[in-house]
């Protein structure tokens, strides 16, 4: 199974922006799929995540209101789109996949790449 993480770029203070993730090898529908971020000498930290039928979301308190975590299982893609982007969302964001609707890195066993976000004028 392979996470392939896309659609990062360089965006101004108060833009938007829409990352994906496309899961290939099995299917997408038996995944809670969630999106973490790394900031430059920062741990990596929970995002948002989604159960399988996308019925149940959770929120970093960061990104509450900002964000929006979704999912396509018939294109085995999730999404993350992005509003209201500061500096402080700057960071290389990864998407992982998991069995349970955590925030816990520990609980997500398979990773992308990463893609990344960069948020200046």
């Known amino acids: 199974v392979q996470l392939q993480a896309s659609g990062g770029g360089l965006v101004q203070p108060g833009g938007s922006l829409v990352v994906s993730c496309v899961v290939s090898?099995?299917?997408?529908?038996?995944?809670?799929m969630g999106w973490f971020r790394q900031a430059p000498g920062k741990e990596r930290e929970f995002v948002a995540a989604i159960n399988p039928n996308g019925l149940m979301r959770s929120y970093a308190d960061s990104a509450r209101g900002r964000f929006t975590i979704s999912r396509d299982n018939d294109k085995n893609t999730v999404y993350l789109r992005m509003a209201e982007l500061n500096p402080g969302d700057t960071a290389v964001y990864y998407c992982?996949?998991?069995?349970?609707?955590?925030?816990?890195?520990?609980?997500?066993?398979?990773w992308g790449q990463g893609t990344l976000v960069t948020v200046s004028s």
């Open positions: 992982a996949a998991s069995t349970a609707l955590s925030r816990e890195v520990a609980s997500y066993r398979l």
């Open positions: 090898g099995r299917a997408m529908n038996t995944y809670y």
